[in-house]
């Protein structure tokens, strides 16, 4: 033993370290991120076999395009609140920024701009409005929760006062097209080749590039990304004007597939914004997510509110539906992570281990 | 005592440290807002001063105030609860429903109402405190769940006047030395709440985990009953809201107050309760909630157009924090000015 050859204990300890130096593979990195998202697959594949015994119907080319065109501006929503909620910030102002584009496109219509010029004004009103809301969390560092109620109201005040009561609806077919018409001679809507564009735009920023990783840095730990260079307020507005840029755009698809302008457009679609994004693995306090996992919640969501027209309930009670949907899948992951811990206390004979003694509780 | 604290800041002008007691107190700024802006209107619209006027302003306002007080004691202990308005338009329906059936007396369906919304409130603290989530995750869900849930209730029925016992309505419009009725009761609610705030043990709690859960829990505070009440006492107060809300507005339909969470957090938020938790007043809460009614009502009487409201109300939320947080860095500079002095 005390003899032994010099070179074991230093390669027991590189063996050791391997697998910390060593960056995770593939397969290990994408187990630990993967499994909500298989849950999904599941509950996707679970609801699509529902669908079926409900309607024969259910697959088929113009119920698939039904289905995708009903949520596509909710879905693009999605994709930039998806980052917002990894930097640990939130963007409840989407719904009004909906309402306020369809709002604008129609009044400038009705006053008789060129449908391109006015389709590009809305647009660079949505990057002003993402822009105030980015200004006020980054610059005068207030939280985003009361900044973007605060322009929830002031977005859909402003298209209450440019629009008032009225609907413009008489828009060129050609627009209205896109909103609800697919790509001639197959099932896939116009918009849907739309939200898979950004959605590869999306997932590669999110996950393959240094903007992506910042995001994530900044979600983790604020302070530990800001020593390590990241300009945590500038990239968080960038966030917040791609986000009413999206917004803005999305009230163009909508007021397209409505083909009518109004300023209540949008109304209550912040909910189902936020529910994809939750549905989807998000961590709503931040750090944690993935755009895939989005992506499969938007399929998700839209297949449960299909079925739910399908079998005849209303509006209202969908409403519902996602409001529980909400509350499940924040509820789920956390009892999950109770029955790890529980499992294993089990195993090992043990109440309670030390660290979770509650406030207040006495140490016997 | 009162020696030692008055030596630093007496080295600044006397109308410096007005103006910084002032800003520092959002009471006393709102209330000099308020009589500036109530001055205003008078001047263009003598109207505003008449009995009736004020009598409307002012008890519209109360219900707002009384919600207003129970949302900022969730928002003191950073959390937020968005299903307010659900909870407030399904009392109301709830109640009305109950007496159009005239099974139950007048103050047995009051207290439905109140039970109703005590109940519902407590389920918002038992799901956000047992499996310890966002509350403004949840609330979000509870606040198409409650508004599902009228709209079941209702069952595509309205509720009016004509259906109710005789005397249902008429609390609204009574008065006490010219005082509304529904003042008396919101001033009731603000002045027990305070007192709540400042007197007991669950007051202190209130506000320790507001400003630091963790640190609240190593002194023996139990943060997740101190949420969970709060947000029971949110709901109870959000179902005293829906039963005036009913006396107040004749007609009731599922998708009364739909949209008035905004107006509720505006008045929480302008009253000073800061979002980030563990400070503000449900005094200045209420005082929120009277500000709001008054632009309102200004708005009315110089016939501005009523689509003006909501973009007024965001314009005043997102002044009000920014103002909030300029005048903290400020302090935040003197203070560390007259440390280096």
Request: charged share 10%; aromatic share 6%.
């Amino acid at each position: 033993m005390t003899d032994s050859p010099s070179s074991t204990p230093a390669a027991s300890v590189a063996a050791a370290d391997e697998p910390v130096l060593s960056r995770p593979g593939f397969l290990q990195r994408f187990s630990g991120m993967a499994r909500w998202e298989v849950l999904l697959l599941v509950v996707l594949g679970l609801l699509v076999l529902e669908g079926t015994r409900l309607s024969k119907y259910f697959i088929s080319g113009s119920n698939f395009s039904n289905l995708i065109t009903a949520v596509m501006e909710v879905a693009i929503c999605a994709l930039p609140e998806t980052l917002i909620i990894i930097t640990g910030e939130i963007d409840l102002s989407v719904e009004s920024m909906i309402g306020l584009s369809s709002a604008l496109l129609g009044w400038l219509w009705a006053a008789g701009v060129q449908l391109e010029v006015a389709i590009l004004i809305v647009l660079v009103v949505g990057i002003l409005g993402g822009l105030l809301n980015g200004l006020l969390v980054s610059r005068v560092a207030l939280p985003s929760l009361v900044v973007t109620i605060g322009t929830l109201a002031l977005f859909r005040g402003l298209a209450d006062v440019i629009l008032g009561p009225t609907a413009i609806s008489n828009f060129p077919a050609a627009f209205t097209a896109f909103g609800f018409s697919t790509i001639p001679g197959t099932p896939v809507p116009f918009t849907l080749v739309v939200f898979v564009i950004l959605g590869a735009v999306f997932w590669t920023v999110a996950h393959a590039t240094w903007i992506g990783r910042q995001i994530f840095a900044v979600g983790k730990n604020k302070d530990a990304a800001r020593y390590s260079g990241v300009r945590v307020g500038t990239l968080k507005m960038a966030l917040f004007v791609v986000s009413g840029l999206v917004a803005a755009f999305a009230g163009v698809i909508l007021t397209s597939r409505f083909s009518s302008a109004t300023a209540d457009n949008g109304t209550g679609l912040t909910l189902v914004v936020v529910t994809i994004v939750v549905l989807g693995g998000v961590d709503i306090n931040g750090g944690k997510g993935t755009i895939p996992g989005v992506i499969l919640a938007v399929f998700t969501l839209a297949t449960l509110q299909n079925e739910l027209t399908l079998a005849g309930v209303s509006s209202e009670y969908q409403a519902v539906a996602v409001g529980l949907l909400l509350i499940a899948s924040v509820t789920v992951p956390y009892l999950a992570r109770q029955i790890g811990p529980m499992v294993e206390r089990v195993r090992a004979g043990r109440r309670q281990p030390a660290d979770s003694i509650g406030p207040g509780e006495i140490v016997s | 005592m009162a020696a030692n604290t008055a030596v630093a800041p007496a080295r600044r002008s006397v109308a410096a440290r007005v103006v910084t007691t002032v800003g520092r107190s959002r009471e006393l700024t709102l209330f000099g807002v308020m009589i500036v802006l109530s001055l205003g209107v008078t001047v263009r619209a003598p109207q505003f001063l008449s009995p009736s006027n004020l009598t409307e302003v002012t008890t519209l306002a109360a219900i707002m105030a009384i919600a207003a007080v129970g949302e900022a004691l969730v928002i003191i202990t950073k959390n937020v609860d968005l299903s307010v308005e659900s909870t407030i338009g399904l009392t109301a329906f709830v109640v009305a429903d109950i007496l159009s059936q005239h099974t139950l007396s007048v103050p047995e369906a009051w207290a439905a109402g109140l039970g109703l919304g005590l109940v519902l409130g407590m389920a918002n603290g038992a799901v956000i405190t047992l499996f310890r989530l966002p509350s403004i995750v949840v609330t979000l869900g509870t606040l198409s769940i409650y508004r599902g849930l009228a709209f079941f209730v209702a069952g595509g029925r309205e509720m009016n006047l004509a259906q109710m016992p005789a005397g249902y309505s008429n609390p609204s419009s009574q008065t006490f030395f010219g005082i509304p009725l529904f003042v008396l009761v919101a001033v009731a609610v603000v002045v027990v709440v305070a007192l709540l705030l400042r007197l007991t043990p669950f007051g202190r709690h209130l506000y320790a985990v507001g400003s630091n859960a963790e640190a609240a829990s190593v002194i023996g505070i139990r943060s997740r009953v101190t949420v969970f009440l709060a947000f029971s006492l949110c709901g109870l107060l959000a179902g005293l809201a829906g039963v005036l809300w009913g006396m107040e507005f004749g007609t009731i339909y599922a998708t009364s107050a739909s949209g008035i969470v905004l107006q509720i957090v505006a008045a929480v938020v302008v009253g000073g309760v800061m979002i980030s938790g563990g400070s503000g007043t449900v005094v200045g809460a209420a005082l929120g909630a009277l500000f709001l009614g008054l632009i309102n009502n200004a708005l009315l009487l110089l016939l501005m157009p009523q689509e003006l409201l909501q973009a007024i109300y965001g314009g005043v939320i997102l002044i009000a924090v920014s103002a909030d947080a300029l005048l903290q860095r400020r302090e935040r500079r003197i203070a560390a000015e007259t440390i280096v002095r």
